[in-house]
């Protein structure tokens, strides 16, 4: 292997395993203690299994750190380090090795780290990327609006908040950095979906859409008309769709290929930023956006 695969891979294992295990602490029971006195607690068979997949995917992720941290090793290394027998530690390898994350030294019959280990770390990079680019434009754009700024992306069927900043103005404390919010209800979400691949916004608009507020669009069809002004006005808002008493407003963020990648919003109590006020803020809104976005190399 090269230095610079080499320099891929040691990036991408860091990158990916922080990920990998803030994915898998985040938002679950206390499983701390040893395997056997998690397993002797009374619990049914369905949180039985689930505590052995969570056991299994904790080994998972300890045989990467310890390709990581050794370069290379055999499944008799893998399995002393794991405290496992070697039959446990070549199927946890084997898997691995089916899904590209490591990789077999033909020669010797080692392993060391696969790209996919660099494919997962691009991705999480990318997110690094805009919440670090991002964050002294919504720092501004907070100041001068003084109201609350987030970025968030696009994950599966809802959208997550990966920065945040408050302005001087701004009432709730409430820190969304790391939470999931609906597609359809925020204005980020509506953003993001009216970006999204076909296939994302028809799987969408094909379901029974959650009701969180009396204003929430809970018609597939007024949804759809939403989304396409959306794209042709090059922003998008709520007012009390979420949560009552709450407005905001967001503009699509595009990668170096012109793809939307992020939405920055804006959002605050409806009381000032009612929706006579939206076009205004949205001006705002869209050139902190396009800002953002010709950071991450996006020139039209």
Not at 44 to 72: C, F, K, M, T, W
């Amino acid at each position: 292997m090269g230095l610079r695969a080499a320099q891929l891979f040691a990036y991408g294992a860091t990158v990916s395993l922080s990920w990998a295990r803030g994915v898998k602490s985040c938002g679950r029971r206390d499983l701390s203690g040893t395997y056997a006195e998690v397993m002797s607690a009374p619990q049914g068979n369905g949180e039985r299994s689930s505590v052995a997949a969570v056991q299994s995917v904790d080994r998972a992720l300890s045989v990467l750190e310890i390709l990581a941290a050794h370069g290379e090793a055999g499944v008799t290394e893998v399995a002393a380090e794991l405290g496992v027998h070697k039959s446990t530690a070549f199927r946890l390898v084997a898997v691995l090795e089916s899904r590209g994350f490591v990789e077999q030294l033909a020669d010797r019959g080692k392993y060391r780290l696969g790209f996919g280990v660099v494919r997962l770390a691009g991705a999480a990079a990318a997110q690094l990327d805009i919440a670090q680019q991002g964050r002294q434009i919504c720092e501004a754009l907070a100041a001068d609006l003084e109201e609350t700024v987030n970025i968030a992306i696009l994950d599966t069927d809802r959208a997550v908040n990966v920065s945040q900043v408050r302005g001087p103005a701004a009432l709730s404390t409430h820190n969304w950095v790391g939470q999931g919010t609906p597609l359809h209800a925020t204005s980020s979400g509506k953003v993001l979906l009216a970006h999204a691949p076909d296939g994302v916004r028809k799987d969408v608009l094909s379901r029974d859409l959650q009701r969180f507020t009396p204003a929430t669009i809970t018609d597939p069809e007024v949804l759809r008309q939403h989304l396409d002004e959306i794209v042709e006005q090059g922003w998008g808002s709520t007012v009390e769709e979420y949560e009552v008493g709450l407005s905001a407003v967001a503009a699509p963020v595009r990668s170096a290929d012109g793809d939307v990648i992020a939405a920055l919003s804006v959002s605050g109590p409806s009381f000032r930023m009612d929706e006579e006020s939206h076009p205004r803020v949205a001006r705002q809104v869209m050139a902190s956006a396009a800002e953002l976005s010709r950071r991450l190399g996006f020139f039209r």
